[in-house]
């Protein structure tokens, strides 16, 4: 990957040349130089970087991604009537330019790690090889050229090149390009579907698009030419390289994923479901219920799975499958298995999700997790159901009897008795409220049973969720429920005290503000463990965590 003109470069900023450059660059002749610039603190130093809006453009919203350094500002365009996503970095001279790509060039040469080098910070070590290479052109930078030659070299070296400070905010989820010479289009949890200033020309694309499957661990060609792979922050990459399948050039989709999975608390805030169905889940969950989460794209499925695998008890092994990486677990009882393409060497071959599965049956898992069912596998997972095993999933599917029918029919082919091992649906959907767009669940359902006479499957809705008061209504009935309750021995009453002592401890968790992942899984593992002891502090339950 090289630097481009794609770069930002302030043409009125460049000067007629050598003089201007003396102004930002002193040449000494002596051999020594102080290297001792420290790094860029915004609180003291100030931006290196402000908006410059046209007369078209009005802005409506502007953040630090890099504070003093990657500004970006949402604009209303007045002409197109649209809002657009302005990302503005430090503008360098012709100067500045010409000595970042002399450095770009130098640096691969000498960026050998040793041993000690190795223990420390990246961007430190990259930061003193760079004022060696300084050292050795003879040059002493003033501390604001200094600051902005850094932040592109770590962006490039160490980053995601131009659309390191889109991967870099958290308000955006998905990051689109369609093709070379083409804006980026983004998926912002605010803004929602924008069109920023970014675009790639074909070479510098290109570049990218190879670097992006090489940093995977994934090999993309025109011979080859489109690849799925996990980015190593998590995010899922879906890549096409050239002209081949894609005629207006290389593109990609990247679609992120935050650096903690959500919990149930987040989902119950965001609406997403409602405290009673989270002790559903919990319950079942726990009492070994399994459960399919299905709906359309981006509807919240994975994220749901994340979140309720926090109920799984702490101790409990539990095997996921998946061809690319989203299933994220806070524990340590876990084998995290993932689908391979075959490679080179003589005598290997692909391993796919079935040959997972079959393998995972033998670990002696208590919980099995797939990321997503969708070919063969999905026989030997209802298999695996049907031999006693816990299964939890997602699928790509509109409603219950969607999902019903896609089972059943090619390629997944699951007989119609086997689906009765599944105990719950949870129907996920993205909707409108208003102009806002938000995750729900419409549904859930439980599998009673298959009628004799008809071969009908028995469905049982337990909740479902009203689209004009914005609530999820409960039905009074559910079979999982009476299930847990004969396993457990539980009368009615005893059944009702303890679906309502967890409601108490997800209900505090939200009042007293706990949602990270790291602090819901405690409290749910010390309550799988010493239930009393979380009563006992259900007025701080931040005296139960380490």
């Known amino acids: 990957m090289t630097l481009t003109r794609a770069d930002p470069v302030d043409a009125a900023a460049q000067g007629p040349g050598l003089p201007e450059r003396r102004s930002l660059l002193r040449i000494f002749g002596k051999k020594e130089a102080s290297l001792l610039i420290p790094e860029y603190e915004y609180e003291t130093i100030g931006p290196l970087v402000s908006a410059v809006l046209k007369e078209k453009e009005e802005e409506v919203d502007s953040y630090w991604i890099e504070p003093g350094l990657s500004l970006v500002s949402i604009t209303y365009n007045r002409e197109t009537r649209l809002k657009e996503y302005h990302l503005f970095e430090p503008i360098l001279t012709t100067f500045e330019y010409e000595l970042l790509e002399r450095l770009y060039e130098d640096l691969r040469d000498i960026l050998i790690l040793t041993d000690i080098e190795i223990r420390e910070k990246p961007a430190i070590i990259l930061f003193r090889k760079t004022e060696d290479l300084l050292h050795q052109y003879g040059l002493i930078l003033e501390p604001e050229t200094m600051y902005k030659i850094r932040y592109y070299l770590k962006r490039n070296f160490l980053g995601w090149s131009r659309i390191e400070p889109l991967m870099k905010d958290l308000d955006i989820e998905d990051i689109s390009c369609d093709g070379h010479d083409i804006p980026i289009f983004l998926y912002h949890r605010v803004h929602r579907n924008i069109r920023t200033n970014i675009r790639f020309p074909e070479r510098q694309l290109n570049s990218l698009a190879i670097t992006l499957a090489q940093r995977s661990g994934?090999?993309?060609?025109?011979?080859?030419?489109?690849?799925?792979?996990?980015?190593?922050?998590?995010?899922?990459?879906?890549?096409?390289?050239?002209?081949?399948?894609?005629?207006?050039?290389?593109?990609?989709?990247?679609?992120?994923?935050?650096?903690?999975?959500?919990?149930?608390?987040?989902?119950?805030?965001?609406?997403?479901?409602?405290?009673?169905?989270?002790?559903?889940?919990?319950?079942?969950?726990?009492?070994?219920?399994?459960?399919?989460?299905?709906?359309?794209?981006?509807?919240?499925?994975?994220?749901?799975?994340?979140?309720?695998?926090?109920?799984?008890?702490?101790?409990?092994?539990?095997?996921?499958?998946?061809?690319?990486?989203?299933?994220?677990?806070?524990?340590?009882?876990?084998?995290?298995?993932?689908?391979?393409?075959?490679?080179?060497?003589?005598?290997?071959?692909?391993?796919?999700?079935?040959?997972?599965?079959?393998?995972?049956?033998?670990?002696?898992?208590?919980?099995?997790?797939?990321?997503?069912?969708?070919?063969?596998?999905?026989?030997?997972?209802?298999?695996?159901?049907?031999?006693?095993?816990?299964?939890?999933?997602?699928?790509?599917?509109?409603?219950?009897?969607?999902?019903?029918?896609?089972?059943?029919?090619?390629?997944?082919?699951?007989?119609?008795?086997?689906?009765?091992?599944?105990?719950?649906?949870?129907?996920?959907?993205?909707?409108?409220?208003?102009?806002?767009?938000?995750?729900?669940?419409?549904?859930?359902?439980?599998?009673?049973?298959?009628?004799?006479?008809?071969?009908?499957?028995?469905?049982?809705?337990?909740?479902?969720?009203?689209?004009?008061?914005?609530?999820?209504?409960?039905?009074?009935?559910?079979?999982?429920?009476?299930?847990?309750?004969?396993?457990?021995?539980?009368s009615r009453e005893e059944l009702s005290a303890e679906i309502e002592r967890r409601r108490q401890v997800i209900t505090a968790m939200h009042d007293q503000g706990i949602t990270d992942f790291k602090s819901v899984s405690e409290i749910f593992s010390v309550f799988a463990i010493t239930p009393d002891l979380i009563l006992a502090e259900i007025g701080d339950l931040r005296q139960v965590l380490t």
């Open 218 to 490: 994934k090999h993309i060609s025109i011979g080859n030419p489109i690849l799925d792979a996990t980015l190593p922050d998590g995010s899922r990459l879906q890549l096409t390289l050239g002209t081949e399948v894609t005629s207006r050039g290389s593109s990609f989709t990247i679609r992120k994923f935050r650096p903690e999975p959500f919990t149930p608390v987040e989902l119950m805030e965001k609406g997403t479901f409602t405290v009673d169905q989270l002790v559903y889940f919990w319950l079942a969950i726990e009492n070994n219920k399994s459960l399919l989460y299905i709906g359309g794209t981006a509807s919240g499925k994975t994220s749901s799975l994340n979140a309720m695998s926090l109920f799984i008890p702490p101790l409990a092994k539990v095997v996921s499958i998946e061809d690319t990486r989203e299933i994220m677990l806070y524990r340590e009882n876990w084998i995290a298995s993932v689908t391979r393409e075959s490679v080179s060497s003589e005598g290997s071959r692909s391993i796919n999700m079935f040959d997972l599965l079959k393998a995972a049956m033998r670990q002696r898992p208590e919980y099995i997790i797939v990321g997503e069912v969708r070919g063969p596998e999905a026989q030997t997972l209802f298999q695996a159901m049907n031999t006693g095993h816990t299964t939890y999933s997602t699928m790509h599917a509109g409603g219950v009897d969607a999902t019903i029918h896609r089972l059943e029919s090619e390629p997944l082919n699951v007989p119609r008795n086997m689906l009765q091992a599944l105990n719950i649906i949870s129907v996920q959907a993205l909707i409108f409220r208003g102009s806002e767009r938000v995750r729900r669940c419409q549904e859930i359902v439980e599998i009673t049973g298959i009628e004799p006479n008809s071969g009908n499957v028995l469905l049982n809705n337990v909740f479902e969720y009203d689209p004009v008061s914005d609530q999820m209504k409960y039905s009074g009935r559910s079979h999982v429920y009476s299930a847990i309750a004969a396993n457990r021995g539980w």
